[in-house]
């Protein structure tokens, strides 16, 4: 398959690069990361999906989406898909999706879950928002990007089971980051926290998968100084997303509020720029109630 790939930094370089060594002609262009192996590189986002039958983009924000959307579409063939897999507000996913539909091109939301890692080792999982038709004609290039694509219904819909998702993720991450410097106050040892919570009612991704506690539970940023991992402030961006969402759509949503607020606290006034998401739990370390 023809493929444009507009944004190859630290995600889409590693997608770009899957696609191409499965053998797809890919043509790339980025403003400035390194071109990925196998990956032709196109002078202008334009020149990058002249006569692609798919164009993807990976890019940082939905203002960037919606400037690199108005220029690729009209260099698309008719019947081509515009696949966005970045995480933006729903408002510029449905924008795109327009603007798309009325060029006579089709167009997918399809934001990720599983990070840098996922994207190197071909896992991501896929949230998928658009029509039967542009989904069958990705399809196959999910398959080869990641291990799991799941149509989630019209435009839009890919990005509000993602923003739900990492409202849960920054919730609960925060929860097990206090319940395991409660913990150390009441003087319960961390491996049989984690032994314990691992097991029963209270588990979940944060704690089983990616325990912000170091030493305890499979390797994860807790083990390497808090590195990132999946940064505090890109977990603040999407918490944000789902704010901007629960008030659009008047969704009560006091934990993912609350979540907001600290992670807002956290990178703007703390020392969590920078730092994995998870680095939640040292700031918990010490505090009081105060
Ligand atoms: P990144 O900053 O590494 O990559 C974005 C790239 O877009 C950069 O290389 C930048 O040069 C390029 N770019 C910006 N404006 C451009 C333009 N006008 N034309 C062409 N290229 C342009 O970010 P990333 O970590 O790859 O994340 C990309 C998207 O994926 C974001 O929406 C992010 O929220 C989402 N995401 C990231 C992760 C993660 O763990 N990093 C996980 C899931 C989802």
Same mark, same amino acid.
């Given at each position: 398959m023809?493929?444009?790939?507009?944004?190859?930094?630290?995600m889409?370089?590693?997608?770009a690069?899957?696609?191409?060594?499965?053998g797809?002609a890919?043509?790339?262009?980025?403003?400035?990361?390194?071109?990925?192996?196998g990956?032709t590189p196109?002078?202008?986002?334009?020149?990058a999906a002249?006569?692609a039958?798919v164009?993807?983009?990976?890019?940082?924000?939905g203002d960037?989406?919606?400037k690199?959307?108005?220029?690729?579409?009209p260099?698309?063939?008719?019947?081509?898909?515009?696949?966005?897999?970045s995480?933006?507000?729903?408002?510029?996913?449905r924008?795109v999706?327009?603007?798309?539909?009325?060029?006579g091109v089709?167009?997918?939301?399809?934001?990720v879950?599983?990070g840098?890692g996922?994207?190197a080792?071909?896992?991501?999982?896929f949230m998928?928002?658009g029509?039967?038709?542009?989904?069958?004609?990705?399809q196959?290039?999910?398959?080869i990007m990641?291990q799991?694509?799941?149509?989630? +219904?019209?435009?839009?819909?890919?990005?509000?089971a993602?923003i739900c998702?990492?409202?849960?993720?920054?919730? =609960?991450?925060i929860?097990?980051?206090?319940?395991?410097?409660?913990?150390d106050?009441l +003087?319960?040892?961390?491996?049989?926290?984690f032994?314990?919570v691992? =097991?029963s009612?209270g588990?979940?991704?944060?704690?089983?998968?990616?325990c912000?506690a170091?030493?305890?539970?499979?390797?994860s940023?807790?083990?390497?100084?808090?590195?990132? +991992?999946f940064?505090?402030e890109?977990?603040?961006k999407?918490?944000r997303?789902?704010?901007?969402?629960?008030e659009a759509?008047d969704?009560?949503?006091?934990?993912?509020?609350r979540?907001?607020?600290l992670y807002t606290?956290?990178?703007?006034?703390?020392?969590?720029?920078?730092?994995?998401?998870?680095?939640?739990?040292p700031?918990?370390?010490?505090r009081?109630?105060?």
């Amino acid at each position: 398959m023809k493929i444009g790939f507009i944004g190859l930094g630290n995600m889409g370089g590693p997608m770009a690069a899957n696609l191409a060594r499965a053998g797809h002609a890919v043509t790339g262009f980025d403003l400035a990361a390194p071109m990925p192996e196998g990956v032709t590189p196109a002078d202008s986002a334009e020149a990058a999906a002249e006569g692609a039958e798919v164009v993807i983009t990976m890019l940082p924000n939905g203002d960037i989406l919606r400037k690199v959307a108005a220029q690729v579409i009209p260099a698309m063939p008719p019947g081509a898909v515009l696949c966005d897999c970045s995480t933006v507000d729903v408002e510029s996913t449905r924008a795109v999706a327009h603007q798309a539909e009325a060029a006579g091109v089709g167009a997918l939301d399809a934001p990720v879950s599983g990070g840098v890692g996922g994207a190197a080792a071909g896992t991501l999982t896929f949230m998928v928002g658009g029509s039967d038709d542009a989904f069958a004609t990705v399809q196959p290039l999910f398959e080869i990007m990641g291990q799991k694509a799941v149509h989630c +219904g019209a435009p839009g819909a890919g990005q509000a089971a993602k923003i739900c998702n990492n409202m849960i993720l920054g919730v =609960t991450m925060i929860a097990t980051c206090e319940a395991f410097a409660l913990a150390d106050k009441l +003087g319960l040892d961390r491996q049989k926290m984690f032994d314990v919570v691992s =097991t029963s009612s209270g588990y979940s991704w944060s704690m089983n998968a990616y325990c912000p506690a170091p030493g305890v539970g499979p390797q994860s940023p807790a083990d390497n100084g808090y590195t990132p +991992g999946f940064a505090a402030e890109l977990m603040l961006k999407d918490l944000r997303l789902s704010q901007i969402a629960a008030e659009a759509a008047d969704a009560d949503t006091p934990m993912g509020a609350r979540a907001t607020e600290l992670y807002t606290q956290f990178v703007e006034a703390e020392d969590g720029n920078g730092r994995d998401f998870s680095a939640m739990l040292p700031r918990f370390e010490g505090r009081g109630r105060g």
